[in-house]
């Protein structure tokens, strides 16, 4: 996939995974790179830069493998941001469906 096709929705994929639930740093990059091909090196850079913006808040909980975890939890900030988001994505990809000559329900 497009390096800048991913970097223009890893956002939205990242506030997307937390809106489903709490998840450590780990857990979230996996997540993630299970569908996109980024890297940890990607993604914990990203989550700091979202921390400082407010979209959601950290807390430490014990891991039953060893030391504590660093979970990632939404704030109402970054619920309300992955909404916009997912709506501008949704209305996008019609958009460029719509350009390509699909009527947005076709996969090739």
Do not use: H
């Amino acid at each position: 996939m497009n390096t800048q096709f991913k970097k223009g929705v890893l956002e939205l994929c990242v506030l997307s995974q937390l809106r489903q639930g709490d998840k450590y740093g780990y857990e979230l990059a996996d997540a993630v790179g299970k569908q996109i091909d980024v890297s940890e090196g990607t993604i914990y850079p990203l989550l700091k830069r979202l921390r400082n913006e407010g979209y959601f808040e950290v807390y430490l909980k014990e891991s039953p493998t060893g030391p504590a975890r660093k979970y990632y939890r939404l704030t109402k900030k970054g619920c309300d941001t992955q909404a916009a988001l997912e709506k501008e994505w949704n209305e996008f990809t019609l958009c460029v469906s719509n350009l390509l000559g699909g009527d947005g329900n076709d996969q090739g």
